[in-house]
């Protein structure tokens, strides 16, 4: 996984699984945690070392307490190796 930052200063975390891209915001939606910085990433999960609550990063879902609001999810396409987040 990978930061990178709207033009607003908005940090996303985009990860790839496989041949696909995937992005959501970087904050954990616990608290004031950088998951790119903090967290780890294992096959399509996204844990974060505060309290290790965890997401499914294809769908921005908590998928482990005490995270209970999802990530915000953003399509991404990728045209000639470059990878476009739409947002
Ligand atoms: Fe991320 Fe608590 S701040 S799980």
Redesign the pocket.
Known sequence: MRQAHLPTGRALAIYRIGDKFYATDDK??????S?TE??SFDGCIV????????FDVTTGAPVAM??EVALRTYPVRVENGVVHVEV
Do not use: A, R
């Open positions: 954990c939606t616990h608290g004031e945690v998951l903090e967290g844990e974060c070392s505060y309290h290790f609550g965890s005490p995270c």
